[in-house]
């Protein structure tokens, strides 16, 4: 008989966001009067800007003429897009970006999960714990190996740089799930460890457009040398509100090498252009040109003002957490908040007590790996109402 990846027998049953969500399913078909307020998955709740809406129109629009239609895309996406990239997010950062370093795709999720492709299976893979769970599961399911690298408070959530050495380390700043922020020194830290070790870097700034303080890198190519060892993977989906709209890309410089396996070199930016013309055909010409908006005067002064909005949010969500003990990270150059469980709960406890008596939906910490237990994360992309509420009902129960 067939054999299954047996892989897939390392994962965890249930992708984390899915097994919360039938979680909550059982709970309110239990009690369906039930008024829950959701807190747990990173959903973005604020509508799209008005400058990506009319985008959209006018795109759709395009369609609708045979002489301004557009079917299959470029393979890397439209240059105008990539060119916008180039301006409107490295430029001003002083940092220099060919067009062709850029791949457009739909959302940095696909990437982060299928970039394995272009790699030897097999390779010792370093991951921040806790962490977004789609490094883990995806590595897991080529048969990788994975070892985590501690992140806790008495690193200030960055993970110490380790002595041994791995073939790929994942990063992601600001981040997922403890909303801390990496400083530039520590981000130089990580890339020299790379350039003198060979491993490559897999940096996730998914979250970039929520840092406010301006010593904090919005990307690892700011820092001297990440060109030759780091993959750097964006996204439009908390940037413009793009998580059901599906936009994000990811960056290959051109001069980032690995063993070919016969003493040569060979490119990950042309291993990568191989494998998405092969298997991939585009973000869609629509939520291209919704992407282009966002670069736009009106798109950047309108994305802006949304995330102002989730931002003090987030300073509410913090306020509440700190004034119940909870010492909470993150929630400041991050949409999401990092806090301790009471009394030495465990994550999936305090979820329960959470769901059962305050009927508050959060992410339980021990979800994002081992070194999440005792934690639990709370999402500001939430209505300010509803947050409102959600932190009065909590303070109730602790
Ligand atoms: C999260 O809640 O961590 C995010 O929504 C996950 C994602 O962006 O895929």
Redesign the pocket.
């Known amino acids: 008989m067939l054999q299954a990846n047996l892989n897939f027998s390392r994962l965890p049953e249930r992708y984390l966001?899915l097994d919360i969500a039938k979680r909550v399913a059982a709970y309110s078909k239990a009690h369906p009067e039930a008024d829950i307020i959701r807190m747990?998955?990173?959903?973005v709740t604020r509508p799209l800007v008005p400058a990506v809406i009319q985008a959209m129109h006018q795109a759709v629009d395009d369609c609708a003429a045979a002489q301004t239609f557009h079917g299959y895309g470029p393979e890397r996406g439209y240059l105008w897009l990539r060119e916008a990239i180039v301006n409107g997010d490295y430029k001003p950062l002083g940092v220099e970006m060919n067009p062709d370093d850029i791949f457009v795709n739909d959302g940095?999720?696909s990437d982060t999960g299928n970039i394995g492709d272009i790699l030897a299976p097999g390779s010792l893979v370093g991951i921040t714990d806790p962490v977004?769970p789609?490094y883990v599961d995806t590595n897991l399911m080529r048969g990788n190996v994975i070892k985590y690298i501690t992140c806790n408070a008495s690193n200030g959530f960055t993970g110490d740089v380790p002595s041994q050495k791995f073939d790929v380390i994942y990063l992601c700043y600001p981040n997922?799930?403890t909303g801390a922020v990496i400083t530039r020194s520590k981000l130089k830290e990580w890339v020299e460890y790379a350039l003198k070790s060979g491993a490559l870097i897999m940096y996730d700034s998914?979250y970039e457009a929520f840092i406010r303080d301006p010593q904090i890198p919005h990307s690892i190519y700011e820092i001297e040398g990440a060109r030759e060892c780091a993959i750097e993977f964006r996204?439009f989906?908390?940037t413009a509100g793009f998580?059901g709209v599906r936009c994000g890309y990811t960056v290959i410089p051109q001069e980032l090498m690995v063993s070919d396996g016969k003493g040569g070199k060979v490119s990950l930016n042309s291993l990568w252009e191989r494998r998405q013309s092969c298997k991939f055909n585009g973000a869609s010409y629509i939520s291209q040109k919704a992407a282009l908006a966002v670069y736009s005067e009106q798109g950047r002064a309108e994305t802006a003002a949304t995330i102002d909005y989730y931002l003090e949010t987030a300073r509410i969500i913090r306020e509440s957490m700190d004034a119940a003990g909870l010492e909470p990270q993150g929630g400041e150059n991050a949409p999401y908040i990092w806090a301790k469980t009471p009394d030495g709960m465990s994550s999936w406890q305090f979820f329960d007590l959470l769901l059962d008596k305050a009927q508050v939906v959060v992410?339980p910490g021990s979800g994002f790996g081992p070194a999440g237990e005792g934690y639990f994360r709370i999402?500001s992309f939430a209505d300010r109402q509803r947050t409102i509420e959600a932190m009065d009902r909590i303070k109730k129960i602790l």
């Not at 747990?40 to 959903?43: A, H, P, Q, V």
């Open positions: 966001f747990g998955i990173g959903d940095a999720k977004y789609v997922n799930p998914a996204s989906s908390k998580t992410t999402t």
